[in-house]
């Protein structure tokens, strides 16, 4: 059973950053695609970003290419997710996700694993 722990988020200014953590116990990230997805008030979660190690397949939403990036620390079993140029319209609770396979894809559906979300607002 894999848990996942989140931390981070809060409150920003429009144009600020912000950095996510996600911390696994009971297996190993790198065997796993690890995403990360947001859901707004009265919207649907969507799928942000994702990356896998094991078959080095990555998602990217068109809405936050060149502002998100996904990172690792194999060491600690823990994913990052750095969010730069953030915008108003990112405020949402956000949520890492994982397994059981190991190739990216977009869909809730295909994560198994879930942290306990985490709010993000930006807002000035």
């Known amino acids: 059973q894999v848990q996942l722990v989140q931390s981070g988020g809060g409150l920003v200014q429009p144009g600020g950053s912000l950095r996510l953590s996600c911390a696994a116990s009971?297996?190993?990230?790198?065997?796993?695609?690890v995403g990360w997805f947001r859901q707004a008030p009265g919207k649907e979660r969507e799928a942000v970003l994702c990356?896998?190690?094991?078959?080095?397949?990555?998602y990217y939403a068109d809405s936050v290419k060149g502002r998100f990036t996904i990172s690792r620390d194999n060491a600690k079993n823990t994913v990052y997710l750095q969010m730069n140029s953030l915008k108003p319209e990112d405020t949402a609770v956000y949520y890492c996700?994982?397994?059981?396979?190991?190739?990216?894809?977009?869909?809730?559906?295909?994560?198994?694993?879930w942290g306990q979300g985490t709010q993000v607002t930006v807002s000035s």
């Open positions: 990356s896998s190690i094991a078959d080095g397949s990555t």
């Open positions: 009971g297996s190993t990230l790198a065997y796993y695609a």
């Open positions: 996700a994982t397994g059981p396979r190991s190739t990216c894809r977009s869909s809730v559906t295909a994560y198994g694993y």
